[in-house]
C-alpha cells in the first residue's frame, strides 16, 4: 500500500461549513490522511489569522504534504500562508482555478471562501486540486513552468531571511 497523501486542513467562523464539507468528502478517500486544525464549531471560532500558520507551518516542516485553508473569500487565508518560506498558497473559485493552482503554480496550499464557493462547488475544487501534478496537462509548457516556479523560489530566497 502507498503511503497516504497528508492534508492538513483548518477555516476560521466564515468559512465553517465549506471546511466540514471538505473534511466528510477527504475522510471518504482511501488515499488521504487529514489532519483538522479545526475550527471544530460555531461556537469556538478563531480569526484567519490564528488558523493559517497552523496550516502553514504543517507544509512548510512537511508533517502535510498539502494544506487546504477557508475563510470568506479564501485571500485573508492566502495572505497569511504566503508569509511562510516554502508555502505557495494559491486562492481558488472555480474548479479550473484549482487544478491550474496546482498545474502551473504548483501551490501547496489551496485557499477557498466559504462566502463564495457553496459546498458542493468546494469539494470539486479539491478534487480537482488533488487529481494533477505540477506541470500535468501542460507538458508542452513543462520548460516554461519548471523554470518560472524556480525563479519563484530564488526571489523567495532573496525576501525571506
Known amino acids: 500500500m502507498s503511503e497516504k497523501l497528508k492534508i492538513a486542513i483548518a477555516s476560521d467562523l466564515s468559512g465553517f461549513p465549506l471546511k466540514q464539507a471538505v473534511v466528510e468528502y477527504l475522510t471518504e478517500r482511501d488515499d488521504v490522511e487529514i489532519i483538522d486544525y479545526g475550527i471544530d464549531s460555531v461556537d469556538a471560532p478563531k480569526p484567519y489569522s490564528q488558523q493559517a500558520p497552523k496550516v502553514a507551518k504543517a507544509v512548510q516542516s ?44 504548483n501551490a501547496n496550499v489551496l485557499t477557498m471562501g466559504g462566502w463564495i464557493t457553496a459546498p458542493f462547488l468546494g469539494v470539486q475544487i479539491v478534487e480537482a486540486w488533488l487529481s494533477v501534478a505540477f506541470t500535468q496537462k501542460m507538458e508542452f509548457k513543462r520548460d516554461f513552468l519548471t523554470e518560472q516556479f524556480g525563479i519563484v523560489q530564488g526571489i523567495e530566497e532573496e525576501n525571506f531571511k
Do not use: H, P
Not at 77 to 94: E, H, Q, T
Open 62 to 105: 512537511g508533517e502535510a504534504d498539502r494544506g487546504i485553508l477557508i475563510c470568506g473569500t479564501g485571500q485573508g487565508m492566502a495572505i497569511v500562508a504566503n508569509k511562510f518560506k516554502g508555502v505557495y498558497a494559491c486562492v481558488a473559485d472555480s474548479i479550473f482555478s484549482g487544478e491550474r493552482g496546482k498545474i502551473i503554480n
